[in-house]
């Protein structure tokens, strides 16, 4: 039996006042990437940083590649990459010097040649940390986050500040890792990132979890229903949302004996159940069907 990655249960962290984690359950596979997803405060990094053994708990139980991360030894954090939010890396080494720095530090590392050409630095072998990009810099984040060959990768916001053309190099970069079989763990912002990614995400808020799955299958279990749009007969454009669009869709062909002017079916996105999940939905302004004429 393969044991899961990681095992959260009814876990809980307090700041005086402030409840940032307020019993979460998490259980992450084997060899899955899987995406934290919540708004601002929602409690993603506490979590994150609870699993790397970098914060105390308050309550609940956690077990990380079978270990519980506030006990565990330096065994166990070689097998754990983390990719660090602020700069670790000293900026006066190069690129190549600093990589092989950080391997000493691990039982079994990866080759330093291979990790510069796996996240893409190659070209920037030899040249001074301070010299290198905003995207470059986290290139090497996640070199030394994966020099000492991790099960598993956890990830804070690993894109923000990246551009759009960064980001997408970046998740060929998690793809990649992810085909070799670590287990990835990223929290995230962006909704695309998740969908782009994550085999599974949690959908965090308040503190715990309010929907865990794989992205179609939240679309689909909390994103039931569809908005039917169409063009009313005084020209003005209608829209309904509705469980039933096929049902909709069969009432307006009767009532305009035909074609339905302007019709368009929209299905909700995951950014719509993100939204809902979160309590953070704009009001729809679709009404009910008897009242739009
Ligand atoms: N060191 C700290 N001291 C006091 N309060 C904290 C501390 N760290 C986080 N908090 C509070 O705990 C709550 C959860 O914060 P956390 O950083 O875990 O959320 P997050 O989901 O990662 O948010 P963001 O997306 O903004 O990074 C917030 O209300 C935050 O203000």
């Not at 715990?208 to 679309?219: Q, T, Y």
């Amino acid at each position: 039996m393969t044991q899961n990655a990681v095992e959260v249960r009814g876990l809980r962290k307090q700041y005086g006042e402030v409840t940032a984690v307020d019993g979460l359950d998490l259980t992450i596979r084997q060899g899955e990437v899987f995406g934290l997803l919540g708004p601002n405060g929602a409690g993603k990094s506490t979590t994150v940083e609870i699993l790397q053994g970098h914060r105390e708990r308050d309550g609940g139980e956690v077990s990380v590649l079978g270990a519980d991360p506030a006990t565990a030894g330096r065994a166990w954090r070689s097998r754990v990459g983390i990719v660090w939010q602020d700069e670790s890396a000293p900026a006066e080494l190069t690129v190549r010097e600093t990589v092989e720095h950080f391997a000493r530090y691990y039982p079994a590392p990866r080759d330093p040649a291979e990790v510069i050409a796996l996240v893409g630095l190659e070209p920037k072998r030899d040249q001074r940390v301070k010299g290198l990009s905003g995207g470059q810099r986290r290139r090497l984040d996640v070199a030394l986050g994966v020099i000492g060959d991790p099960e598993l990768l956890l990830l804070d916001e690993p894109t923000t500040g990246f551009d759009p053309a960064a980001r997408r190099q970046f998740w060929d970069l998690i793809r990649l890792l992810a085909a070799e079989g670590t287990t990835i763990v990223l929290t995230t912002h962006y909704l695309e990132e998740a969908e782009a990614l994550a085999d599974r995400l949690a959908v965090i808020a308040g503190g715990r979890v309010v929907a865990e799955g794989e992205p179609a299958e939240l679309r689909s279990r909390f994103g039931t229903g569809a908005t039917v749009e169409w063009t009313g007969a005084d020209g003005a454009p209608q829209s309904v949302a509705t469980e039933t669009p096929t049902r909709t869709v069969a009432e307006l062909m009767a009532r305009f004996e035909g074609e339905i002017p302007g019709l368009k079916i929209g299905r909700p996105t995951l950014e719509d159940v993100y939204l809902r999940l979160t309590g953070q939905l704009v009001p729809t302004t679709a009404q009910p069907l008897e009242d739009a004429r």
